[in-house]
């Protein structure tokens, strides 16, 4: 019978941590050991998997804490592959013990990869998610709501920054990997999914008059804004939809620019001219 | 005084334009505020709500949406007025342009920047203004924004003030207590070219309240000898820009006005804001701007001064009339007009010498110099750190690897330039 593990996709660390103990115990190596996810097209016909049993008298697995924090970052990855990768640098780590300090090392370039992936899926979800004001909660206090689609499993990493910066709200992040929610007092995070909710917010169009007008028609760089913006986020943020018009217009607006004549100007700057002539300043 | 003449029609303007909605307000004075590059919430530290009542933190330096421009919007960037008595050529608002002219009440301001906040639109607020009855007066009006944020409503988010010159020493210290950040625009890369283009402003001025930034923002982070802390003074630091194309300045004066202004007043930033056409604009500008490419070139060579140790004078040194080269980054035009230091060895060469290689970045020169303690570094581990071995071939060696013929070739700059059509995707 097959070495391994069956695991959810969500499988977090601290889940993940005594399951790969236990394989470590047994001295069960990387090569041999599995790791497959729940309901990724389970078949009847695939073997079945047993979590080894530790030996009595085996060492226990030391980490440096530079490559424990490395594999607690990359279990936040949705990569299915991570679990394998994470046992593979546990182990290897037994022996080449600066083994995380070598970015150049293949698996450590890979999970290095990760971690900047999950980093910038942070980033952005901070960035880009967008609160809707939806009323009054129970306790007064005003009320927002926001929809996100993170790709990796990134609650528990933005949790600290939305309740830190949004404290005197109360309001709640849903997202298909789950949902954070704060009342002044307690975050709260949930691993079960939830549905993108019908929301609107009359201040938005306050907000897309402020991207129509800060937007320079005379500077096109599309490709710098979708390598910063990548259209994948644009279904969520009520000003994307604004581009194409914006785009249409600007060559226009650029033409009137070069072509437009010398205006006079106005009574008021000509009474400022004449004021200055007539009595300068000191 | 001149300005207190003006008030009868000051106040006609004011009574038109509180009429417009705010929507039709917000447009015409972000639309006016665009023009200024510095949107950046960075430089203010540390700084969180938790166990408060308040609202916001800093620290983080976030754009929260790109527009097509390809530029950041960070902060709510908006003027208090464009109403203007000066007459800067370059300026939208300047006194002799029709543009239409609005203004906020510091309340709308206060309201639109935690409103704009709490939706997680924005960093914080940019806030600047045209020159309304007197500089005191407008600077006033900015600070009293900045004041309400802080002190009613616990805002903790990022401030940024434009600062007005002459504004008066009480002002600015109480600008320092509640901004993050203060900024003074040198405007124009030469003395000559503001004389010309703002004959309002006064280079020496500018200078001047610069110098006074500089001395309050470093006695703020000295303790007395009492251990006392000093009243906090923008601890984000200032910045400043410079607009470039509008008139003949060269890349080498830009710079060298960079050098300086680093060096002479610890600027945070320098911004180059490539003169961009405007409604409406003076007869003196040109009418086309300049290549986005020279801004993004002169970006390149400020960034390399910043974070590669570069000195300016280098950058521009090979350049016989004083531009960077548009096809070539600055970095790349750097070794080639200095290949006699090139090949370096990957595995040996000091992390400064490392830093100059074309097409390897500060990160990557990090990742080298520790891998380097464990392993020797071949090429192809490069290749492992997104690094193009193409373009940094022909400047490293290592085993199994010597460029030497490449370096020799003269026609090197050649062999790097992009081809045409790289060029115009740009
Ligand atoms: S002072 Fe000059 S640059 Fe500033 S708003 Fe007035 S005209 Fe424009």
Redesign the interface.
């Known amino acids: 019978m097959a070495f391994g593990a069956i695991v959810e996709h969500d499988t977090s660390f601290s889940e993940w941590r005594p399951i790969a103990r236990q394989c470590f115990l047994a001295g069960v190596p990387p090569e041999e050991l599995e790791w497959r996810c729940a309901s990724a097209e389970a078949s009847l016909f695939d073997a079945p998997l047993t979590v080894p049993s530790p030996k009595p008298d085996a060492p226990n697995p030391i980490l440096r804490s530079n490559c424990l924090a490395l594999l607690k970052s990359i279990l936040r990855h949705a990569d299915q592959t991570r679990f394998d990768l994470a046992y593979r640098i546990l182990w290897r780590a037994q022996s080449e013990p600066?083994l995380a300090?070598?970015?150049?090392d293949?698996d450590i370039?890979r999970a290095l990869r990760m971690v900047h992936q999950i980093r910038r899926d942070a980033?952005k979800m901070?960035?880009?998610?967008?609160?809707?004001?939806i009323g009054e909660s129970q306790n007064g206090r005003?009320l927002?709501l926001?929809w996100f689609e993170p790709d990796h499993y990134i609650l528990p990493t933005v949790a600290p920054?939305f309740?830190?910066?949004?404290?005197?709200?109360d309001w709640a992040i849903l997202t298909p990997k789950g949902s954070i929610t704060w009342n002044g007092e307690k975050c709260t995070l949930s691993r079960t999914a939830c549905s993108k909710p019908d929301l609107s917010?009359s201040?938005?169009?306050?907000?897309q008059?402020?991207?129509?007008?800060?937007?320079?028609?005379?500077?096109?760089?599309?490709?710098?804004?979708r390598s910063?913006?990548p259209r994948k986020y644009w279904k969520n943020?009520p000003?994307?939809r604004l581009?194409p018009q914006?785009?249409a217009q600007?060559g226009t607006r650029?033409k009137?620019?070069?072509t437009?004549q010398?205006?006079?100007?106005?009574?008021?700057?000509k009474?400022?001219q004449q004021?200055?002539t007539e009595?300068p300043?000191p | 005084?001149?300005l207190s003449?003006?008030l009868a029609?000051l106040r006609t303007?004011h009574e038109q334009t509180m009429k417009q909605s705010?929507?039709e307000r917000?447009?015409?004075l972000?639309?006016a505020?665009?023009?200024d590059a510095s949107c950046s919430s960075s430089g203010a530290g540390k700084r969180?709500?938790?166990g408060?009542?308040?609202?916001?933190?800093t620290g983080?330096g976030?754009?929260?949406?790109?527009?097509?421009?390809?530029?950041?919007?960070s902060l709510?960037?908006i003027l208090l007025t464009n109403f203007c008595?000066y007459?800067c050529a370059y300026c939208i608002n300047r006194?002799?342009?029709?543009v239409q002219r609005t203004r906020f009440t510091p309340d709308e301001v206060v309201w639109?920047t935690l409103?704009?906040y709490?939706?997680?639109?924005i960093e914080g607020l940019f806030l600047s203004s045209g020159i309304i009855r007197s500089p005191e007066d407008t600077m006033a009006q900015m600070v009293h924004v900045a004041r309400e944020l802080r002190q009613v409503h616990?805002f903790r988010g990022y401030i940024h003030l434009k600062t007005i010159p002459n504004a008066s020493a009480e002002q600015l210290a109480e600008a320092g207590l509640y901004a993050d950040r203060l900024s003074i625009n040198v405007e124009m890369p030469t003395e000559q070219g503001l004389a010309a283009y703002a004959p309002e402003k006064k280079a020496g001025i500018i200078r001047h309240s610069m110098g006074e930034m500089r001395t309050r923002i470093d006695a703020g982070k000295e303790r007395s000898l009492s251990g006392r802390r000093p009243p906090r003074f923008a601890p984000g630091g200032q910045s400043t820009q410079m607009i470039v194309g509008a008139d003949t300045a060269t890349d080498h004066d830009i710079l060298a006005s960079s050098s300086s202004l680093y060096s002479g007043y610890k600027l945070r930033r320098v911004y180059y804001s490539?003169f961009?056409?405007?409604?409406?604009?003076s007869?003196i500008l040109p009418?086309?701007?300049p290549p986005?490419l020279r801004e993004h070139r002169l970006y390149q060579a400020d960034w390399l001064y910043r974070f590669y140790g570069f000195q300016f004078s280098e950058i521009t040194a090979a350049q016989p009339d004083g531009m960077l080269d548009l096809a070539l980054d600055p970095k790349l035009a750097w070794a080639l007009a200095n290949r006699a230091l090139f090949p370096v060895d990957l595995n040996r060469a000091s992390r400064e010498m490392l830093l100059r290689v074309p097409g390897l970045g500060v990160r990557s020169v990090n990742?080298i110099v520790?891998?380097r303690r464990?392993?020797h570094?071949r090429l192809e581990?490069l290749a492992?750190?997104n690094v193009s071995l193409r373009k940094v071939k022909p400047f490293l060696h290592t085993t199994g690897w010597s460029p030497t013929r490449l370096t020799d070739q003269i026609n090197l700059r050649q062999a790097f330039l992009p081809s045409p059509q790289q060029l115009s995707?740009f």
């Open positions: 600066s300090a070598i970015p150049l293949p370039a980033h901070e960035a880009f998610l967008r609160f809707r004001d005003r927002f926001a920054f309740t830190r910066r949004f404290t005197d709200m917010d201040l938005e169009q306050l907000w008059t402020y991207y129509m007008a800060i937007f320079n028609p005379a500077r096109i760089k599309t490709k710098a804004m910063e913006m943020l000003e994307t581009i914006m785009l600007a650029v009137a620019m070069e437009q010398p205006q006079e100007a106005p009574y008021f700057h009474r400022l004021r200055r009595k300043e | 005084m001149i003449l003006a029609e303007y705010l929507s917000l447009a015409i972000s639309d505020a665009k023009y969180d709500s938790a408060t009542k308040g609202l916001g933190s983080n976030i754009c929260h949406a790109y527009t097509p421009d390809g530029r950041c919007i709510l960037k008595i007459d006194s002799s342009s029709n639109l409103e704009f709490r939706r997680n639109y616990g490539a961009s056409p405007i409604p409406d604009a007869a009418v086309r701007p986005l990742a520790t891998s464990h392993k570094l581990d492992r750190l995707l």
